[in-house]
């Protein structure tokens, strides 16, 4: 890990907890970051507050020409969202497996405890363009036949200028 990086060039923190984290997880609970990551997009947001993955649980291969067998997921979950979540599992379960890109999950087992919630950081709005941003966005998709395109590309132009800090007012 330290020989990866290069002095004087900033690291994002999460790339680092996720090369620490990663190999701990992977060895006491089977999961990878990703997978607690992509909780939400796995269980739909529903769920995802109520319910977190606790670790996936291999059954033993006494030897290697033993053949495959799936894992169980193992699941915390609140006691009111338990049924909720058990009417999902053949859906949780394709969409883990679709996640991982194997059929490594074959059933889940679900842990009844308290599950600290995750906060949401929903992104902040982006500000209102001013009148000479909104003209040159204007010139630079005007020429855009497709409207449907022109709409996106202009959306997305709003949303990038809008991120950004207001130009200077001009002085008179």
Do not use: Y
Not at 72 to 90: F, K, S
Not at 96 to 120: D, E, M
């Amino acid at each position: 890990m330290a020989g990866k990086m290069r002095a004087g060039n900033p690291v994002p923190v999460s790339d680092l907890a996720s090369q620490l984290l990663d190999p701990v997880l992977r060895r006491r609970a089977g999961l990878s970051i990703d997978l607690v990551h992509s909780w939400p997009e796995i269980v739909g947001e529903r769920l995802a507050s109520r319910t977190r993955p606790e670790k996936i649980a291999w059954p033993r291969r006494h030897h290697e020409d033993d053949p495959f067998e799936p894992a169980t997921l193992v699941i915390a979950c609140e006691g009111p969202a338990a049924l909720h979540l058990q009417h999902e599992t053949t859906e949780i379960i394709a969409r883990a497996n679709a996640f991982l890109g194997f059929a490594a999950i074959g059933r889940v087992k679900i842990v009844q405890k308290p599950v600290a919630p995750v906060p949401s950081e929903k992104p902040k709005a982006p500000r209102a363009l001013t009148a000479a941003e909104r003209e040159r966005l204007a010139s630079l998709t005007g020429k855009i036949e497709d409207e449907g395109l022109r709409a996106s590309l202009e959306r997305l132009g709003a949303s990038v200028l809008g991120s950004r800090r207001a130009p200077p007012l001009a002085k008179p």
